[in-house]
């Protein structure tokens, strides 16, 4: 995932959380929110996998997985939206015993679930 398509400033990720939307499974939570500047600009991720996620190996191996699986949907994620994906406690275990299409369709899930 290339640097333009990251939310990295804490006033995006407040943005997001306080106006946006929400949707969630099991293991993620998908924040959502639209951009007014650029409608038609690439859609923007932003990552929080909080410490009850594991140490910070797993919390960096999950945040990789999480990019990785982002970047395979890409192409079929709507654009002009920023997203934050919060991982919740529990998911490492999972994502790594099941592997990345596991993964991705999780993402896929809540983006459905986003989408209506």
């Known amino acids: 995932m290339q640097r333009r398509n990251r939310l990295s400033r804490s006033k ?5 959380y306080r106006r946006g ?4 499974s099991r293991y993620l939570v998908l924040h959502w ?3 007014d500047d650029d409608p038609e600009g690439e859609p923007r991720l932003g990552l ?5 996620v594991g140490s910070a190996v797993t919390r960096n191996r999950v945040k990789r997985l ?7 949907l ?3 994620v709507p654009a002009g939206q920023d997203y ?11 994502a790594d015993v099941r592997g990345g299409d596991w993964l991705v369709a ?6 459905e679930q986003a989408r209506s």
Request: hydrophobic residues 45%; glycine residues 4%.
């Open 12 to 16: 995006d990720f407040d943005t997001v």
């Open 21 to 24: 939307r929400s949707a969630s």
């Open 33 to 35: 929110f639209p951009r």
């Open 48 to 52: 929080a996998v909080p410490r009850a």
């Open 66 to 72: 999480l990019r990785e699986a982002w970047s395979e």
């Open 74 to 76: 890409l192409p079929t």
């Open 84 to 94: 934050v994906l919060a991982a919740r406690p529990g998911l490492a275990e999972p």
């Open 106 to 111: 999780e993402i896929t899930g809540v983006l």
